[in-house]
């Protein structure tokens, strides 16, 4: 699947790494959360599947979190590292020490809680990230 930014409708700083995340998925919703949280440079930037399909970032939904940067794209395990290594500090060892796996036994892992994340975490109705806090890192 190919990632391109358009002609910046939405005028998004082109530094940013935007994360493409499942709205509905309250695990990924808390993921959210704690990556804003943890985001004291402000790389990241946060939309939902639906709008990266909306403003045509991603031609297909997918069952992965994605990072979108520039014109390349990471998904599965090699998104979890890129977000890792952004965040800089110990969170930078973590995904150090997670590039050392084989990214074929790290996309096993990534997919096996990919697969189980509404039984095991559930749905929400809407999407909860709305909140004052995320407010100027959503793209909507």
Same mark, same amino acid.
């Given at each position: 699947?190919?990632?391109?930014?358009?002609?910046?409708?939405?005028?998004?700083?082109?530094?940013?790494?935007?994360?493409?995340?499942?709205?509905?998925?309250?695990?990924?919703?808390?993921?959210?959360?704690?990556?804003? *949280?943890?985001?004291?440079?402000?790389?990241?930037?946060?939309?939902?599947?639906?709008?990266?399909l909306?403003?045509?970032?991603?031609?297909?939904?997918?069952?992965?979190v =994605?990072?979108?940067?520039?014109?390349?794209?990471?998904?599965r395990?090699?998104?979890?590292?890129?977000? #890792?290594?952004?965040?800089?500090?110990?969170?930078?060892?973590?995904?150090? =020490?997670?590039?050392?796996?084989?990214?074929?036994? #790290?996309?096993?892992f990534?997919?096996?809680?990919?697969?189980?994340?509404?039984?095991?975490?559930?749905?929400?109705?809407?999407?909860?990230?709305?909140?004052?806090? =995320?407010?100027? *890192?959503?793209?909507?």
């Open positions: 699947m190919a990632f391109r930014l358009p002609d910046n409708p939405t005028n998004i700083n082109q530094d940013y790494l935007i994360i493409v995340f499942d709205e509905i998925c309250v695990l990924c919703s808390w993921l959210v959360k704690w990556i804003a *949280k943890k985001d004291k440079m402000h790389h990241f930037m946060f939309t939902s599947q639906a709008t990266a909306r403003l045509g970032w991603i031609s297909e939904a997918v069952n992965t =994605l990072v979108l940067e520039s014109e390349q794209q990471y998904e395990g090699s998104a979890v590292i890129k977000i #890792l290594n952004t965040l800089g500090g110990f969170w930078s060892f973590v995904g150090v =020490l997670l590039s050392w796996m084989p990214i074929q036994m #790290l996309n096993f990534y997919d096996l809680v990919a697969k189980s994340r509404y039984f095991i975490f559930g749905k929400n109705q809407v999407c909860t990230l709305m909140d004052s806090t =995320l407010k100027n *890192k959503i793209i909507v």
